[in-house]
Structure formats: C-alpha cells, structure tokens
C-alpha cells in the first residue's frame, strides 16, 4: 500500500499474524510519537527497546520502526487531521505498533484519539499488567503482593459513546420514549447515556483472558463487575464470563465454589479458579488482600477505575503499562497522559511507555529482551538513579533526565546480562 506521509523501512519485514512464530526476525513495528512529553519518553524508550533486542540476541534480532502520525503531529502534517485515514490503514497492515499519550483536540471531532482507535481497529481487550518493582516508591507496606493482569473490555459499556445532552431533540425523543413506553421515572432535563454490554464482547474478552492465563501459568481469574445493582448489563457480564470457562474452558477451569466443596480449599495444580467479585469492594481487596487477586476481567469503565487505582498502590499510572489487543492488531501505549508543560524538558519518566514496549516484547515472543529491560530498570533503582517524580520520594536518589535514565538502563543492562 501506498501512503502519503508514511514510510516504510526497506530493511524491515511485515508481521503477518499476532503469533509469536509470525514474527520475523526483523519486523516492522509502527510508532505514534504521542504529543507532549510523548517525544522525550518515546526516543528515550527505544532506545531501551533497541539495546535490549540487541544485548540479547547478539544482533541477530532488530526492530525496523515506522513512524506513523496521530494528534497534534499528525495534524501539522495532515493539515488539521488529528487521526488520518492512513494511520488506520498502516496498523491494519502491519499489525504491531506501540503509541505515546495523545492530546484529544477540544471542541467537536473526537471524543477521545484513544477511544477511536481501539473502536476503530477494535481492539477489544485493554491488558494491563501491574506489579510492584523493586526500589519503586510506593505507599503500601508490602507493595511486592500486588501482581495483577487487569483485562478490562475496550469497546462497550459508557465508552461506546451513546449519550445525549440535555435539551436536544435526540435526548427528549428517547426520554420520551423510556418515559412513555417503558415507564421509567427520572428528573426532567437528565443527560441520556446508553450502556450497551453484549454477550460476543463479553465473551471474546473472557476468552482472550483465558487463553491468556493458560499460555503463562495463572492460577485464577476474578470477574469484576456490579451485577447486584446493573443486573441486565454488568449482572450479564458476570453470567456471560462464568459460561465461557464452563463450556469452552472447562477442562482447565472450575468455580470459588468448586474449589471448597469439591476440592476443600485447595487448588489443584491444573486448574483455574473462576470467582467474581462486586467493583466496590475489589477496591478495598486488592489494598488488603492483594495476594489473592491474579488476572481480572471487568467491563469498560470499572477496569478502567481499576487499571488506575491498583496502578497507584505501585508508584503510579507513570510506570504502569498498557495495551490495547484485537484479533488482526496490538497497539500498546503508555497509560498517562500528555503532561504538556513538561514537553521537550527531557525531565519525566519514561517508565509507563517502557514497560508497554516490555508488554509488546513479550506478545512477540521476545522474552529475553523483556527481561533483559527489567532487570536493568530494577537495578538503576536500586542505586537510586531516578527522575524527579521518584527523586522527590526518595532518601539519597540521583535524579536524572529522561535520556540520562535510558542511558543508565542501557549501561546495566551488560551488569545483569551476564
């Protein structure tokens, strides 16, 4: 495929499917620099990313990268178009690509650059993993516990962007409707909004997280969800997720409720516990009983709560990485947004984006590489070596820019790779 602005590296190859034995040696991965400080954070994470396939494939292994546009770049280039039709067109073809934060332009257009490429591209699960690493700052007392997948659904739920503004003749069409046809009673002059949760969503989503869970070993999976109260929608996210491990997973699987009348507590090594709980109160689990919490599945928006607040138990949204997963693409990016006033300071942490690449590694089956950043990360903290959000926090600490933190990472890198 032709494109306008898009150039494809000649040394590259294409990845032709999201498995590992797809990729090729030297596959083309597309990048969205991201606005803001998405310039400093993403040259800095490359470079960790290159270094790290490098070091541990001894050169036979190497990203060709392909920069593709989105947000306030792409709209210097694409005269105002802040999400240009080739854009799509460029991850539909080559399958990977990893993104910056994004600026959603203010007025109409876009709800959110982020929302419309997951719905785009449909990119129905939202993987994030969270995990204590150490030396991070954090305000828990044994922050190590905290060791979770979160697989939140990316497409339904509030986010599918059914809403109406008070006023309008859409929003008094359907109040009208839910008042005179279905007898429902609310306060005149409500904002509408349409929270659709459907069995296929629900279901592709259960099932990409038990594959998930399967392929690497996990031991349970916690569906989150309000069904006491959203008995139609959440409620039916709690059935819909309980029926794919029974029927399509069930010779892995068995229920909380299995597991004390038929096994007494105790876990059988080859299983999977399938348990539920209400998005409330996981709140207050995961701060007190993290350790019996392994990959969550929940709707749109309580995985969203969820991502964030399990994120701040380990040092915060800026080291929590994420990724957006269909059947034909992966985008991964980093989970903070565009910190404007620290953009080209070469001042904030790279780490959110990082740990996305080490996400993206690992999809590809790269694992030595992931771990080789890892290592080197947990390493460079602990000799405090850190920029100015975990400088402040901490006694002692070297704070450093961004690309002096990449460089101290790419340097450990020959300490723990021996």
Same mark, same amino acid.
């Given at each position: 495929?032709?494109?306008?602005h898009? #150039?494809?590296?000649?040394? %590259?190859?294409k990845?032709?499917?999201l498995?590992?034995e797809c ?5 083309i ?28 494939? $001894? ?9 593709i ?10 005269d ?8 799509f067109?460029a991850?539909?073809e080559?399958?990977v690509? =990893?993104?910056?934060?994004l ?5 109409g257009?876009?709800? @959110? ?7 785009v ?11 204590w690493?150490q ?33 309008t ?12 046809? /279905? ?6 002059g ?8 459907s ?10 997280a038990?594959?998930y869970?399967?392929?690497r070993?996990?031991?349970? =999976?916690?569906? #989150?969800?309000? %069904? ?11 059935g ?14 068995i229920? !909380?409720?299995?597991?004390? *009348? ?13 348990? *539920?709980?209400?998005?409330? =109160? ?6 007190l009983?993290?350790? !019996?919490?392994?990959? /969550? ?9 969820i ?6 138990q380990?040092? $915060? ?11 034909a693409?992966?985008l991964?990016?980093?989970t903070?947004g565009?910190?404007?006033?620290y953009?080209?300071?070469?001042k904030?942490?790279?780490?959110s984006?990082m740990?996305?690449?080490? +996400? ?11 771990? &080789?950043? +890892?290592?080197?990360?947990e &390493? +460079?903290?602990?000799?405090?070596i ?16 961004? @690309?002096?933190?990449?460089?101290a ?10």
């Open positions: 495929m032709a494109y306008q898009i #150039v494809v590296p000649a040394e %590259g190859e990845v032709s499917c498995k590992p990729i090729p040696n030297n596959p991965i597309a990048f969205i620099e991201g606005d803001g400080i998405g310039h400093d954070i993403m040259t800095a994470s490359k470079r960790i990313w290159d270094a790290a396939v490098e070091k541990a494939y $001894g050169g036979q292994r190497k990203i060709a990268w392909m920069e546009y989105a947000g306030e770049k792409a709209a210097g280039i694409y105002g178009e802040y999400m240009p039709e080739e854009t067109d991850l539909r080559f399958l690509g =990893i993104k910056g934060p600026t959603t332009p203010v007025g257009g876009f709800r @959110s650059l982020n929302v419309t490429l997951r719905q591209l449909d990119l129905y699960a939202c993987v994030r993993p969270v995990r690493y030396g991070v700052p954090s305000p828990l007392r044994e922050p190590q516990h905290v060791n979770v997948v979160i697989f939140r659904e990316n497409t339904e739920d509030v986010y599918a962007g059914i809403e109406y503004a008070t006023g003749p859409e929003n008094e069409k359907l109040a009208a409707f839910l008042r005179d046809e /279905l007898g429902a009673n609310f306060f005149e409500s904002g509408l909004g349409i929270k659709p949760i069995a296929f969503g629900t279901k592709r989503l259960m099932r990409f038990l594959q869970a399967i392929e070993g996990h031991k349970s =999976i916690t569906i #989150v969800h309000k %069904g006491n109260i959203q008995k139609y929608t959440e409620g039916a996210f709690r819909w997720c309980y029926e794919v491990a029974a029927e399509e997973f069930g010779e892995y699987t229920t !909380e409720q299995e597991l004390w *009348d038929d096994y007494n507590g105790k876990q059988p090594g080859d299983k999977i516990v399938i348990k *539920d709980r209400i998005a409330d =109160i996981i709140f207050q689990h995961l701060l009983r993290p350790r !019996e919490f392994d990959l /969550l599945v929940a709707p749109n928006l309580n995985g969203d709560y991502s964030d607040a399990v994120a701040a380990v040092g $915060g949204v800026g080291i929590a990485p994420g990724a957006n997963i269909g059947d693409v992966m991964f990016e980093a903070h565009t910190a404007p006033k953009t080209d300071l070469d904030v942490n790279p780490g984006l740990f996305s690449g080490v +996400t993206m590694l690992e999809f590809l089956g790269w694992w030595e590489a992931a771990e &080789l950043v +890892t290592r080197a990360y &390493l +460079t903290l602990a000799q405090k850190v920029t100015y959000d975990f400088a402040r926090q901490m006694v002692g600490a070297t704070e450093v820019k961004t @690309s002096e933190f990449a460089t990472i790419i340097k450990n890198m020959d300490e723990v790779n021996t």
